[in-house]
């Protein structure tokens, strides 16, 4: 495999938030997100989330090409909205890290590359002093209508890799949909302990 999976931090972030906004913007189209992209909310989010002190992208490479990448950051970094169900919770805001996104075009899927995103984010997670990590999954009916026949739910590779839901704790979260509008949607807050 000629693919390379490293972390990318400081100063270095703002080189590969390009290929990130692609990703997002490709990966997230495709169920369950259905997320119609869009370039300068892209840009907007991703400066935030690269001047956020101890953020990381994880960039997986085919050669020279960005095919993949994940991020995560300390919580206490990003906006409120998402600290506020972790600390209802009872999470200390200051030793969680939130994991944002992982997302790799689907000709690399399969060979081992989510797994290195994760142990990247959570040995940054570590280096931070972070006591839990934590991510979001969107909320989808079983039976929605856009849900592709082969689609594989993540929720047993994230059991595997010690990730669970935390009953009850979720937020909500605007986006445009493809082949719709504006739509709030719910998300499920994933925890473990790191
Ligand atoms: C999440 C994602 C990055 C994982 O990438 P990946 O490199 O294929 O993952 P891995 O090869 O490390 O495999 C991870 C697990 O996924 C499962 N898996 C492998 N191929 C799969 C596929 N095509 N569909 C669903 N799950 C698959 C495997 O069972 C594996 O678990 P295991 O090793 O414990 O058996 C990738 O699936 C993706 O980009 N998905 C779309 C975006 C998304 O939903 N991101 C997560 C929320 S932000």
Same mark, same amino acid.
């Given at each position: 495999?000629?693919?390379?999976?490293?972390?990318?931090?400081?100063?270095?972030?703002?080189?590969?938030?390009?290929?990130?906004?692609?990703?997002?913007?490709?990966?997230?189209?495709?169920?369950?997100?259905?997320?119609?992209?869009? %370039?300068?909310?892209? /840009?907007?989010?991703?400066?935030?989330? &690269? @001047?956020?002190?101890? $953020?990381?992208? #994880?960039?997986? =490479?085919?050669?020279?090409?960005?095919?993949?990448?994940?991020?995560?950051?300390?919580?206490?970094?990003?906006?409120?909205?998402?600290?506020?169900?972790?600390?209802?919770?009872?999470?200390?805001?200051?030793?969680?890290?939130?994991?944002?996104?992982?997302?790799?075009?689907?000709?690399?899927?399969?060979?081992?590359?989510?797994?290195?995103?994760?142990?990247?984010?959570?040995?940054?997670?570590?280096?931070?002093? %972070?006591?839990?990590? /934590?991510?979001?999954?969107?909320?989808? &009916? @079983?039976?929605?209508? $856009?849900?592709? #026949?082969?689609? =594989?739910?993540?929720?047993?590779?994230?059991?595997?890799?010690?990730?669970?839901?935390?009953?009850?704790?979720?937020?909500?979260?605007?986006?445009?949909?493809?082949?719709?509008?504006?739509?709030?949607?719910?998300?499920?807050?994933?925890?473990?302990?790191?």
């Amino acid at each position: 495999m000629s693919v390379t999976v490293a972390p990318v931090t400081g100063a270095g972030l703002v080189d590969v938030i390009p290929a990130l906004a692609r990703l997002r913007i490709a990966v997230f189209r495709d169920f369950p997100y259905l997320y119609d992209g869009d %370039a300068d909310y892209e /840009a907007d989010y991703l400066a935030d989330f &690269a @001047a956020a002190e101890g $953020a990381v992208i #994880v960039v997986a =490479r085919d050669g020279t090409e960005i095919v993949g990448a994940a991020t995560a950051a300390p919580l206490g970094t990003q906006d409120t909205a998402w600290q506020a169900p972790l600390a209802t919770a009872g999470f200390d805001v200051a030793r969680t890290f939130y994991f944002g996104e992982s997302v790799l075009f689907d000709a690399w899927r399969g060979q081992g590359i989510g797994h290195a995103f994760f142990d990247h984010r959570e040995a940054q997670a570590r280096t931070h002093g %972070a006591s839990h990590a /934590a991510f979001c999954s969107v909320i989808r &009916a @079983a039976d929605h209508p $856009a849900r592709p #026949v082969d689609h =594989r739910p993540l929720n047993d590779f994230w059991r595997r890799r010690g990730y669970g839901p935390l009953d009850g704790v979720t937020t909500w979260f605007d986006w445009k949909t493809v082949g719709g509008g504006e739509e709030r949607h719910e998300l499920q807050y994933w925890t473990r302990r790191l």
